[in-house]
């Protein structure tokens, strides 16, 4: 991006209109275990690339280590979250400067699974049939996994399910 090397593009969703958009965290160059260490060279974010230009753009980088990543089934909003511990919806339109699309936050969601805003988001997921849209990740308890609905028609958390883990032996 800018003649600097990403830090490690994470998850890739593919838009209607062809363009790229992924998340890169600094999961790879943290250390050695995924990577090589290094400083990052650029903003840990969200990222497009146009489909038919290929010219790379910024579209987020105010949220720590992003990571999951999903499109509405209208493509109309994106949906990310990172360990932040918070899940963030863009609505995708026209831009004003003529440009074919846009990013606009509306809306932030917390995480916060049972006992309050901890763990992180790992992947994001949506129902191609209606409102709902899925995030995962360690949730409340350590070393378990939490999957939350949400209900974007209503706004409202429908669902929250843990799993698995060393604590209660699944």
Do not use: C
Not at 71 to 80: E, M, V, Y
Not at 106 to 117: M, S, V
Not at 134 to 159: K, P, S
Request: aromatic share 12%; hydrophobic share 40%.
């Amino acid at each position: 991006y800018n003649g600097k090397p990403l830090n490690s593009p994470n998850d890739v969703v593919v838009a209607s209109d062809g363009a790229i958009w992924f998340t890169d965290p600094p999961y790879g160059i943290l250390g050695y275990y995924e990577g090589h260490k290094a400083e990052s060279e650029v903003t840990p974010a969200v990222y497009r690339v146009d489909g038919k230009t290929g010219a790379v753009s910024l579209v987020a980088g105010d949220f720590d280590k992003p990571n999951g990543l999903a499109f509405s089934p209208d493509s109309k909003r994106l949906f990310a979250g990172g360990m932040d511990k918070k899940v963030h919806a863009w609505g995708l339109g026209p831009a004003p400067d003529g440009t074919n699309w846009e990013a606009q936050l509306q809306q932030t969601l917390n995480w916060e699974i049972a006992r309050g805003l901890r763990g992180v988001v790992y992947t994001v997921a949506t129902s191609p049939v209606d409102n709902l849209t899925a995030f995962a990740g360690y949730g409340a308890r350590e070393a378990t996994g939490d999957i939350v609905v949400y209900d974007a028609a209503t706004g409202h958390f429908v669902a929250t399910e843990q799993f698995g883990g060393i604590a209660d032996g699944g």
